[in-house]
């Protein structure tokens, strides 16, 4: 399959507003000239962005949605293939809960599986229909995670939905006819963003990965077509080697580093 080239082309990216989705919407835009629709709740980060964006020559566009509120999610899929001719997309927006989960409340319940599998199933849904309808060139990603092969303790529901999402992308995959399109899953360990800045990360921070390498990593696996993509020599070693152990035992060894970091942050 051809590789994709985003120039002039118009690329979508939920949670542009911040860390990795900010991050790949800087690279789209000075190394591959693609024009972008940014998305995020954050009206006034995205205009920030808007602006040094437009510097470069290229042109943005910006939806505010919040992708826990369907209404919303219909508002950006809309917007998104009815505006401007959408070449690729990367479904980036998603948020974690780092705690116990028996003090978890139902409502962040919630709004963690709207934002991070709901929203994701919507909209890859109505962008696989339009390109199998097109027949058009293009290419989806979604940013899952590696808690989706070694869940995570402390975020375990955070874990379950990565993993949803990674298996609704892989079994999809197989499913398409337009051969001009494809799905790619991105599933980055620790990346340093707002996301892991809480003190609770203080004890996991000397492993996250720059985010300015992990976006980089990312536009590779989209413009690529890559089916499963790991950034990180370590990171994809690692996780070879890990498989050769037994699961039960690696996970319990993530719940003894993530418990004492979560106790020497007061939690
Ligand atoms: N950081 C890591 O260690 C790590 C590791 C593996 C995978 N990931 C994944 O990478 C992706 C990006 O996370 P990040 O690390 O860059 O974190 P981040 O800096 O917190 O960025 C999250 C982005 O998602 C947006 N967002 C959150 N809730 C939203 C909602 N309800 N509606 C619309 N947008 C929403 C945020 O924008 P607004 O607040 O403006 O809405 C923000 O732009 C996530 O899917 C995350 O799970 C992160």
Redesign the pocket.
């Known amino acids: 399959m051809k590789r994709l080239d985003f120039k002039n082309k118009w690329v979508l990216i ?9 991050e790949m919407a800087l690279q789209l835009a000075h190394q591959h000239k693609a024009n972008l629709i940014i998305s ?3 009206k006034d ?1 995205l205009e920030q962005l808007k602006t040094e964006l437009e510097q470069t020559g290229i042109q943005v566009k910006i939806i505010v ?4 509120v369907p209404e919303d999610v219909e508002l950006l899929i809309k917007d998104s293939i009815e505006k401007q001719p959408l070449y690729a997309a990367i479904l ?5 809960y780092f705690g116990s989960h028996s003090e978890m409340k139902p409502s962040e319940f919630q709004r963690l599986l709207q ?1 991070n599998v709901t929203s994701i199933v919507r909209i890859t849904s109505q962008l696989v229909n339009h390109f199998e309808a097109t027949g058009k060139e293009g290419g989806l990603m979604v ?1 899952s ?3 989706a092969l070694f869940p995570v303790p402390y975020q375990a529901i955070y874990s379950g939905t ?1 993993a949803f999402i990674m298996n609704f992308f892989n079994a999809l995959s197989f499913e398409l006819k337009n051969t001009n399109f494809s799905l790619t899953v991105y599933a ?4 340093a ?4 800045q809480g003190e609770k990360f203080n004890d996991l921070k000397g492993w ?1 990965m720059p985010v300015e390498q992990a976006a980089k990593e990312g536009i590779y696996a989209l413009t690529t077509r890559k089916y499963n993509y790991i950034p990180g020599f370590m990171n994809r070693v690692g996780s070879r080697l890990m498989k050769l152990l037994s699961k039960k035992f690696i996970i319990g060894q993530m719940a003894k580093t993530y418990r004492k970091s979560l106790k020497q942050s007061g939690h």
Request: proline residues 3%; hydrophobic residues 35%; aromatic residues 0%.
């Open positions: 939920t949670g542009a507003s911040s860390g990795l989705g900010h995020a709740r954050r980060k949605a919040d992708l826990s980036n927006a998603g948020i974690t934002t940013v995670s590696m808690a990565k980055p360990g620790g990346i963003t707002e996301m892991t996250l």
